[in-house]
């Protein structure tokens, strides 16, 4: 596995170089970098299968990396300041270390990451495969999810809702069965454009054929399923919500 460290202090970047080797002989460091502007040049031409990278660099917050450079690699985020954790997530990022961190603490971490980019390498095997067999029909009416032991496919039909959750997202089908899954929420909600998904909140996406009521309210509004589920209903999402469901 390619491992990229973007982290300004010399000796973070040793060290976390060091543990990662121990902990996985297979890992290959292919780059250490210290800035914002670096980091936006190698990302540009460059790809790692994981990247750790820390919040402050010498020129700025990482963050800024992000407004020139759309970065699909999984994330590791390290940082001392533990009120960025929230936002970490937002870019990708699937954990948060605060720093300092021990080997022991970093094991853990790691583990959950492999499995994230095995996942994701999987998914884009079985991407490539569609499209070489060209089974438009399997692509109109299916969905296949990366999950941590393989890849399992659903009918978009028996999806009830779809749920971000910490870093994973997961899918509600109509059997009241879920499955939890890396593939963005973001990512879902283009796949299903042209279905009767609707995007009612930051952190969930509607099956509007399952919507049994809307109850709209001067605070939060939300709307009632046919399984009894209650999902909240964003303000910013309330008039062109009510304009969609009048439409559908």
């Known amino acids: 596995m390619n491992v990229l460290i973007i982290e300004d202090e010399y000796h973070a970047q040793v060290n976390l170089a060091r543990m990662l080797c121990k902990l996985d002989h297979s890992i290959e460091i292919v780059d250490k970098l210290a800035t914002v502007k670096n980091a936006i040049q190698w990302l540009s031409t460059n790809r790692a299968d994981l990247i750790f990278m820390d919040v402050h660099l010498a020129d700025g917050n990482s963050f800024s990396i992000f407004d020139e450079v759309n970065v699909r690699t999984p994330l590791i985020f390290t940082t001392a300041y533990n ?21 022991e603490e970093l094991q853990p971490t790691l583990e959950r990451a492999k499995r994230f980019v095995w996942n994701n390498k999987i998914e884009q095997r079985f991407s490539d495969l569609l499209e070489l067999v060209g089974d438009a029909q399997i692509r109109r009416n299916k969905l296949g999810f990366p999950t941590i032991d393989g890849m399992e496919f659903v009918n978009i039909k028996e999806i009830t809702h779809i749920e971000s959750n910490n870093g994973y997202t997961h899918i509600y089908l109509q059997n009241e069965s879920f ?18 998904f609707y995007r009612i909140h930051r952190s969930f996406l509607v099956n509007i054929d399952y ?8 605070g939060e509004s939300h709307i009632l399923l046919d399984n009894g589920q209650k999902l909240p209903v964003a303000r ?11 439409n559908y």
């Open 83 to 103: 009120e960025y954790a929230v936002d970490a997530f937002q870019y990708n990022g699937i954990d948060f270390l605060s720093k300092p961190f021990t080997e």
């Open 211 to 218: 919507i049994r009521r809307y109850k709209r309210t001067v």
């Open 236 to 246: 910013r999402k309330k008039e062109p919500f009510i304009s969609y469901l009048k």
């Open 179 to 196: 499955l939890c899954t890396i593939k963005k929420l973001s990512k879902i909600e283009e796949l299903l454009e042209g279905h009767s």
